[in-house]
C-alpha cells in the first residue's frame, strides 16, 4: 500500500506569505491529487498531475515522479486560503480508490 | 446536477442501528468512489463503482458495510448495526472515468451514540 506523507501538519502565516506544502509517497503513481478541504465543508478537487507543474491563480503544483514527492504551493496568501489541505494518490490500480495524506491544516492571519 | 450530492448531510444514530447514506453523483459519471474520513484523519477508501458494478469493495472494514448503485446513477452506503467506531464523515466522489479529476460531494456525517 502507498504511504502518503505531508508536511508540515500545521501551518500559521501571515497574509502575503508565500506557502508550500510538500507531499511524498512511497510508491509509483499514476497520478496525483491536491484537495482543499474547508471546515464543515466538502472537498474540492484543487489539482490532478502525472508530471510536470500546474498553475491555477495563485496555486502551483509541481510534482516529481522520480523522487516520489510533490508540492504545493500559494502565491500572495490571503485568509480564505485557510483550510486543510490534503495531498492523495493513484497508485495506478484505478479501481482502489485514492490513498490519502493526512493533511496539512493552514490558517492564514490578516 | 451540477455537483455530488449526498443525504442526509448528518446523521446520529444509537448504537445497533441501521444507516442508509445517498450518494448522487454529477450525471453521466461513471466512476463511484466512497470514502470514510475520521476525524483529524484523511479520507480512506471503501469501494469503488464502475457503472452499476462494484469492482472494488476492499476498503469496507466489517459485513457490517454493505454499498451499491443498481442503476449505474445513484449510490446508497449501507451500514448494519451502527457501532460508536462508525462515526465518521462519509464521502462519495464521482468522475467520468478512473483517470478523471473527481468531484467530491459535501460529505455525510454520522454519529453513532
Known amino acids: ?103 496539512t491544516h493552514l490558517i492564514i492571519q490578516p | 446536477g451540477a455537483g455530488v450530492s449526498q443525504s442526509p448531510r448528518y446523521k446520529v444514530a444509537k448504537r445497533g442501528q441501521d444507516v442508509a447514506l445517498r450518494c448522487d453523483p454529477i450525471s453521466g459519471h461513471v466512476s463511484l468512489f466512497w470514502y470514510q474520513q475520521a476525524l483529524g484523519q484523511g479520507p480512506e477508501f471503501l469501494t469503488y463503482f464502475q457503472n452499476e458494478a462494484q469492482l472494488d469493495k476492499s476498503g469496507l472494514p466489517s459485513d457490517r458495510f454493505f454499498a451499491e448503485r443498481p442503476e449505474g446513477s445513484v449510490s446508497t452506503l449501507k451500514i448494519q448495526r451502527t457501532q460508536q467506531e462508525d462515526s465518521a464523515v462519509y464521502l462519495c466522489a464521482s468522475s467520468l472515468g478512473q483517470s478523471n479529476v473527481l468531484t467530491f460531494g459535501a460529505g455525510s456525517r454520522l454519529t453513532v451514540l
Not at chain 1, 51 to 60: A, V
Request: proline share 3%.
Open chain 1, 1 to 103: 500500500k502507498n504511504e502518503v506523507e505531508q508536511s508540515p501538519q500545521n501551518l500559521t502565516a501571515q497574509e502575503g506569505e508565500f506557502i508550500t506544502i510538500n507531499c511524498s509517497y512511497s510508491v509509483g503513481i499514476s497520478a496525483l491529487h491536491w484537495l482543499q478541504q474547508h471546515p464543515g465543508g466538502g472537498i474540492v478537487s484543487l489539482f490532478m498531475l502525472s508530471s510536470g507543474k500546474k498553475k491555477h491563480g495563485r496555486l502551483i503544483a509541481t510534482i516529481n515522479i522520480q523522487e516520489k514527492h510533490s508540492s504545493l504551493h500559494i502565491t500572495a496568501s490571503h485568509p480564505r486560503d485557510s483550510a486543510v489541505y490534503i495531498c492523495a494518490v493513484d497508485s495506478g490500480g484505478g479501481a482502489d480508490g485514492l490513498t490519502f495524506g493526512k493533511g
